[in-house]
């Protein structure tokens, strides 16, 4: 009996609780007020209580951290734009030092392949011995052809071609009358191009146009005078 009195005693009644209103003086809610800090427009760190918060505090801070999302957000955008051209500017300069190592070779190759191309021309291929070795030749030519298509070479075609003198080196100049004037007669060294672009320039001959004529008319008269003069003496 006695164990079941102190479990009664224990279980506290709800309904027996006074009623009684919670004062809350100045003091205690000065106890429980919080504080945050909020960056200001100016970059300064200000601490703003809970409790002396205004609508226009509020206003403040939400156009503070609105600036700030932009400022942010504008950073965000050049740093994008300054590795973007970054990221092309060492795609170009590699393209470029790509291209200089590969014209730095092929330009020590031409001459090798004008030497090739001379000795071809050079072959008799009357005889058998020179048709076999002309053949030789010609498989070897079409290879090395090959090979400089793949990388991009292609060889100029400049005879009966205006002159030009981003594709063209002039050596020499001569009165024609078949060509007129500023066309190339002659290839004397064959130029190449590399993927559009001038690997070596052609070296060739390239008209004057007519050269000056004596007019029949003046002929028969300077004839005519010299016969005169002649009779007279």
Do not use: W
């Not at 200001?40 to 206003?59: K, P, R, V």
Request: with cysteine.
């Amino acid at each position: 009996m006695s164990m079941n009195s102190d479990t009664q005693d224990d279980n506290v009644n709800v309904s027996e609780v006074p009623n009684k209103p919670i004062d809350i003086s100045d003091q205690s809610m000065e106890s429980i007020n919080t504080e945050f800090s909020v960056d200001g427009a100016n970059g300064e760190n200000e601490t703003i209580s809970s409790s002396n918060l205004t609508l226009e505090d509020l206003q403040a801070a939400y156009t503070a951290l609105l600036q700030e999302k932009e400022s942010l957000q504008q950073q965000y955008i050049r740093i994008a734009a300054d590795f973007d051209n970054f990221r092309k500017r060492q795609t170009r300069d590699q393209e470029d030092l790509r291209l200089q190592l590969t014209c730095s070779t092929l330009e020590s190759i031409l001459p090798v392949v004008d030497n090739f191309e001379r000795a071809r021309q050079q072959l008799d291929p009357q005889t058998e011995e020179g048709q076999e070795l002309h053949r030789s030749y010609q498989g070897l030519y079409k290879q090395l052809v090959d090979v400089f298509k793949q990388i991009g070479v292609s060889p100029m075609r400049v005879e009966g071609e205006l002159f030009d003198p981003n594709l063209h080196e002039a050596v020499l100049r001569e009165p024609s009358d078949i060509c007129s004037e500023d066309t190339i007669t002659e290839e004397l060294q064959r130029g190449y191009q590399l993927n559009g672009k001038v690997l070596r320039h052609a070296l060739v001959k390239v008209s004057m146009g007519p050269g000056p004529k004596i007019e029949n008319d003046e002929l028969s008269s300077e004839i005519s005078t010299d016969e005169i003069n002649q009779s007279i003496s």
